[in-house]
């Protein structure tokens, strides 16, 4: 591959949860869409984990059996190549869970391949797309301003075929992303907004694509009024048919293939790299108001507004993902060492955890019931929870590595330092200005303490944090929180 895919976890979309805002909803533009001028041919399929390509007539990817979004009717017109070097695309639609109408019986899958379509005249060797998948996405958004509520999900990066060094290449591409680039997306907007709401902006997910080392477009796809919505449009949903949960054909090119996405709607988003030569610019487009009355784009009217995406996933009775990120708390066997002066119950001191939603930190914990007046430290660890493990007056649940926020041996800037103190309330105090609006509790910084390898935790990294303290003479430690960031 052309680019490193690791990098691209901690530039593409930001860590974890981003954000949105309403006022990034603009009044779309319009675009001229084109007619396909080539034949439209399958590439093979690219193994994301291997780097190597399967091109043998009939090669599948290792991908499905589940097709949990299918956008691929029509095919006759594309957007033009005006997708640029360093520019995310995003489209949208809709993962349905059990919580909805749509007969699914998941709210999270694990995703192991999609399939593309687009158009290049790029010269052999240089095209590489990153693809951004994220499982709560307002239509038409910024992924990159601060605002309402979008979440990442993850990213693959995948070499691309060009066209031959000659005029412009038609092709349809499978990513292939089983053994160990499977990406985990929630159903119907979550984490954001937990199981199904009825209301796109909240039920959405969104896919964005960044071309790297040269200019391509994509495949216009989707036809609402050809490939009936899945519930008869009780719910207000657009399309949704050819999932596993309700399979149908329509007047597609490739009759297999011919489907609508859930909830695909009729505009994109463009985000411009801040540098460089810029082809139409940031911002919203469509192609004047879907208006197709004889299907399949074959009428006069405007084509909608989607881009060419299949997304399959195992076949397995949910993945890891859930609605919030995984918590995991230990039982500490043993009570901390004396009794607080305050209201609060004697130990064992125990922890709380909220999540940071705008993703500038992974969230707050809390530790309260903790002896009056003693100091305390926070202690991560990049490891699972342990059955324990008896020191001194307590019982430490992290396996390591592990490592101290403090200035001296965790090596970061002493505004993330973890030590605090509990108060008469038995409620840790922090003693350097990071806890929360009130003082209190410990704000988990991106930042990694350098035992664990420095640089900054990643969506999906799980950590675990217990809290060492003092009791007189001897120590203790509170329970184990284990979270993922996500």
């Not at 810029?278 to 399949?296: A, D, K, P, R, T």
């Not at 592990?402 to 605090?420: E, H, K, M, P």
Request: charged content about 10%; glycine content about 16%; some cysteine.
């Amino acid at each position: 591959m052309k680019t490193d895919s690791k990098s691209l976890l901690l530039t593409a979309a930001g860590m974890g949860l981003l954000a949105m805002s309403a006022g990034a909803q603009q009044s779309p533009q319009d675009l001229q869409a084109q007619r396909i001028t080539g034949p439209l041919k399958h590439a093979g399929v690219y193994h994301v984990t291997t780097g190597t390509w399967t091109r043998t007539a009939g090669a599948t990817a290792n991908a499905g059996p589940d097709i949990i979004y299918n956008n691929t009717a029509d095919g006759i017109y594309w957007t033009g190549e005006i997708h640029e070097n360093g520019a995310e695309w995003v489209d949208e639609g809709q993962l349905p869970g059990a919580s909805g109408p749509f007969g699914a019986n998941k709210e999270c899958y694990r995703v192991n391949g999609f399939d593309i379509a687009y158009g290049t005249s790029s010269l052999p060797g240089t095209l590489t797309m990153d693809m951004n998948l994220y499982d709560a996405y307002a239509a038409c958004t910024d992924p990159n301003e601060p605002g309402s509520c979008i979440n990442w999900a993850g990213a693959a990066t995948a070499d691309l075929p060009e066209n031959g060094g000659s005029g412009t290449g038609f092709w349809t591409v499978s990513i292939d992303l089983a053994g160990g680039a499977e990406i985990e997306m929630n159903a119907d907007g979550a984490p954001c907004a937990p199981l199904y709401d009825a209301d796109t902006s909240l039920d959405r997910f969104g896919w964005g694509a960044v071309a790297q080392g040269g200019n391509m477009g994509w495949i216009l796809a989707g036809d609402p009024n050809w490939t009936p919505a899945a519930t008869g449009g009780a719910n207000g949903e657009i399309g949704g048919t050819g999932t596993y949960y309700s399979a149908t054909a329509s007047c597609n090119l490739d009759p297999t293939l011919g489907h609508t996405g859930l909830n695909t709607g009729d505009l994109w988003r463009v985000v411009e790299p801040s540098t460089g030569a810029q082809i139409i610019g940031s911002g919203c487009y469509w192609y004047g108001g879907y208006n197709n009355v004889l299907g399949c784009g074959l009428g006069p009217n405007n084509v909608l507004a989607s881009n060419y995406v299949r997304l399959m996933a195992e076949d397995a009775a949910g993945a890891s993902c859930d609605t919030v990120p995984d918590i995991v708390f230990s039982n500490p066997a043993n009570p901390h060492c004396g009794t607080n002066t305050g209201a609060n119950p004697s130990g064992p001191a125990s922890m709380s955890y909220t999540r940071d939603a705008s993703g500038a930190t992974v969230g707050t914990i809390q530790v309260v019931d903790g002896p009056d007046g003693e100091f305390n430290m926070m202690v991560c660890s990049g490891g699972a929870l342990t059955s324990g493990v008896a020191i001194s007056n307590g019982i430490l649940y992290l396996a390591p590595p592990l490592g101290r926020y403090d200035q001296v041996s965790g090596g970061v800037d002493a505004a993330l330092n973890g030590i605090g103190r509990f108060g008469a309330d038995g409620v840790s105090a922090s003693l350097f200005g990071n806890g929360d609006a009130n003082g209190n509790g410990f704000v988990v910084p991106l930042a990694k303490q350098t035992i664990l390898g420095g640089g900054t935790w990643a969506p999906g990294d799980t950590i675990s944090f217990s809290m060492w303290y003092r009791c007189g003479s001897a120590s203790n430690f509170s329970n184990a929180i284990q979270i993922q960031f996500r």
